[in-house]
């Protein structure tokens, strides 16, 4: 089965969670988690989730071995488990398809979301198509900018993409907007959050969703090694991708879990979104856990060549595993990440997204320490289609001229909505 | 569950801890009822339009007709709050607002002369109490004179450091119902509520509304048939025409984004016009 609900399931994951919201959303809250309860005891659910992943989605995804980029990483054999070619790119859409069954199972008509690289707006925007629903993605404008691709793909589904300028403008600011929305819609609205952060039940229940991930590639390990991986690898942003790789693997103590956070221009510079490296005990977005916070418990600006991981929170679970040393956490500069990202283009052909490059470079490292017995299993979270144009600059593959003219025509064009364009 | 079985909430005042006297919110809106009123309670994010200006914005707003003062500490991320508050917090923080000149507000507004005092809650969102340190922020701001603290994001359920710390230190607890609050929610806010209940009047932010939401009304009744003692209403109240409209059946009007649309536009004239326009409004509510 594909779906199942954890036990483990909060309110708290050890002193992390819980619900810091406005009393306005706890009753959808409670909606949510009852009905959500009610799902994962339904076999009608599960199946229809089943369906939907293997038909829509297009699980089991794969598992790649990768030996010349291998040869990087100290003769490890490394492994890739392909979220990438998920439909929509990421994966996000694990999550989105359960909570947008749920939507409907609670006769709500419209859904909202929160979006960073837009990988989770382009999968809520999917979703919202596919099931008949009224969708709009909030996004922080600075990510419209450097994300424009994705803005487009979900106005072409068909969502009301809305660019949020308050604060930073960034993930943390679109997560605001959304609760906004939320508080004033709740009756016939859901919101989709994105991963594993948020008020309970999002941090168990998108968990669950992406469980499946590392399920699977628990067994494709074992059937492809003939044994466990030494290390499991997974970027870290909100920590959806990595819970649902690592969950699977929890009661191997002999695994080693290794989430990678976005460390920017490196964390001492004070410019990254490494929460757990160099993050506090707080409360943020209805959580308690590790948050870049001044004294004054103020979020401090997140910094991040990766709009993904651009985020100054982390989902209250992997604040617990890094609390009690089963998941370890380390920080990837945005230059380790583009050399690993240059690394897999040129070694086996596939473009990763920039968030899951951040894996990468953390398993070019484990690889490194493990040596030539060492198996590494890395998640790579999604494909580099939306990050083209960033790691173009990054590389300097377009001349100054080009991107001049390029941005001119994004600068002189953005595509309105109206009816009269058929969109 | 109807309200009549649930267990009768000691709602508002706990009568075990000390309240300093003339100091506490709860004492002036027993004041406006004795006189027949609602009270009007007002509110301004500290440091803004800056440290000096809030302190000077408040007092005058005492004189003009304000009986609670309600002091916002400036926070990043508001989720309660719409572009109005939002902004003024943003400018608050630019210029420098840090919680300890937060406390120094309260030390000035809780000692200033006779007519322009009035008890002064702090209103936070919880991430920065919670890293001062819940029981230093309750000693500090008991020491500075405030009445106590309004949490907009957070609910009773995880309240119990504040509780315990609010209990020791004789502050008031402000918690919020909404028009989506079960009446056993209803009831377990209203009693772990020391001085008054917040009734947001409609779901949604702040932010000045051409109607205040005709569930405030509702929401009150059953806010006082779960326990309360008090309940005040907010969100979205600007004129006088509504603070007269809530005042017929609140205990107190919160008015918030009005104030400070005010204030940025107009200065303190404009401020102290639009009190006295509220305040107004509340005095002729009953009739
Ligand atoms: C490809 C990819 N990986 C990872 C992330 C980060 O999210 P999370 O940490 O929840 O997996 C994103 C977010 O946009 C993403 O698009």
């Known amino acids: ?423 | 569950m109807s309200t009549t079985d649930l267990p009768a909430a000691s709602a508002g005042a706990d009568t075990t801890a000390p309240v300093p006297a003339g100091l506490s919110s709860a004492s002036a809106l027993d004041a406006a009822r004795a006189a027949g009123r609602s009270a009007l309670v007002g509110y301004l994010p500290a440091g803004f339009p800056d440290r000096a200006g809030c302190v000077d914005a408040l007092r005058a707003s005492v004189a003009a007709g304000l009986d609670v003062i309600e002091l916002g500490l400036p926070y990043s991320d508001p989720v309660m709050d719409g572009p109005v508050i939002q902004a003024a917090a943003e400018t608050a923080l630019r210029g420098g607002t840090r919680i300890r000149h937060v406390l120094e507000s309260v030390e000035q507004l809780a000692s200033a002369p006779d007519g322009e005092r009035a008890p002064v809650l702090v209103m936070s969102y919880w991430a920065p109490v919670l890293r001062y340190g819940v029981a230093a922020f309750a000693r500090d701001l008991a020491s500075a004179g405030g009445a106590g603290l309004i949490t907009p994001d957070l609910v009773p359920d995880e309240a119990g450091d504040w509780i315990a710390a609010s209990d020791e230190h004789g502050l008031e607890r402000v918690f919020l119902v909404a028009p989506s609050s079960t009446p056993a929610r209803l009831a377990s806010t209203a009693a772990a509520c020391r001085g008054w209940t917040y009734a947001a009047s409609t779901m949604g932010v702040t932010g000045a509304r051409t109607s205040v939401g005709s569930a405030a009304e509702g929401l009150v009744a059953a806010a006082r048939g779960a326990g309360a003692e008090r309940v005040c209403v907010g969100l979205g109240v600007s004129t006088g025409e509504q603070a007269a409209e809530v005042g017929a059946y609140a205990d107190g009007v919160i008015v918030g984004s009005a104030l400070v649309r005010a204030l940025s536009d107009d200065g303190v004239a404009g401020l102290e016009r639009v009190v006295r326009d509220l305040a107004a409004g509340v005095a002729g509510a009953r009739g």
């Open chain 1, 1 to 423: 089965m594909l779906f199942e609900r954890v036990g483990d399931r909060g309110p708290y994951f050890g002193e992390f969670g819980g619900r810091f919201v406005p009393e306005a959303l706890i009753a959808a809250l409670d909606e949510l988690d009852e009905e959500y309860s009610r799902a994962a005891a339904d076999p009608a659910f599960a199946a229809e989730l089943d369906r939907l992943q293997r038909e829509y989605t297009g699980r089991p995804s794969i598992l790649t071995e990768v030996p010349r980029f291998a040869e990087h990483a100290g003769g490890a054999r490394v492994l890739l488990k392909r979220e990438d070619l998920n439909h929509t790119g990421s994966h996000k859409i694990n999550n989105v398809l359960g909570q947008a069954l749920l939507t409907v199972r609670m006769g709500k008509k419209r859904v909202i979301a929160e979006t960073g690289a837009g990988q989770h707006g382009v999968a809520t925007a999917t979703a919202a198509a596919l099931m008949g629903l009224e969708c709009t993605v909030y996004m922080g404008e600075v990510d419209t900018r450097r994300q424009a691709l994705n803005v487009a793909r979900m106005r072409l589904l068909g969502a009301e993409v809305v660019p949020v300028s308050t604060g930073t403008a960034t993930l943390k600011d679109a997560l605001n907007e959304a609760f906004r929305d939320w508080v004033a819609h709740v009756d016939d609205t859901h919101y989709v959050l994105g991963t594993v952060a948020g008020p309970h039940p999002f941090p168990a229940m998108v968990r669950d969703f992406h469980r499946t991930i590392g399920v699977e590639a628990r067994a494709q390990v074992l059937e492809r090694v003939g044994r466990l991986p030494d290390l499991v690898a997974a970027c870290v942003g909100g920590g959806s991708n990595a819970i649902g790789i690592f969950h699977a693997f929890l009661d191997d103590p002999q695994v080693q879990l290794l989430g990678l956070e976005a460390a920017g221009d490196g964390v001492e510079t004070g410019r990254h979104a490494a929460s757990i490296t160099g993050g506090v005990s707080g409360v943020l977005h209805g959580a308690r856990s590790m948050i870049l916070q001044d004294e004054d418990g103020q979020t401090l600006d997140s910094h991040s060549i990766s709009a993904g991981l651009d985020y100054p929170g982390v989902g209250p679970e992997h604040a617990h595993l890094a609390s009690i040393g089963r998941a370890r956490y380390e920080p990837v500069t945005d230059d380790e990440a583009m050399e690993a990202f240059r690394l897999l283009c040129r070694t086996e052909g596939i473009i990763p997204a920039i968030e899951s490059a951040h894996a990468l470079a953390g398993a070019l490292r484990a690889g490194r320490e493990l040596g030539p017995e060492g198996v590494v299993l890395v998640n790579l979270s999604g494909r580099g289609d939306k990050d083209v144009d960033t790691a173009a600059r990054y590389f300097g593959l377009v001349s100054d001229a080009d991107l001049v003219a390029s941005e001119a025509e994004r600068v002189s064009g953005p595509v309105e909505q109206t009816e009269a364009n058929g969109w």
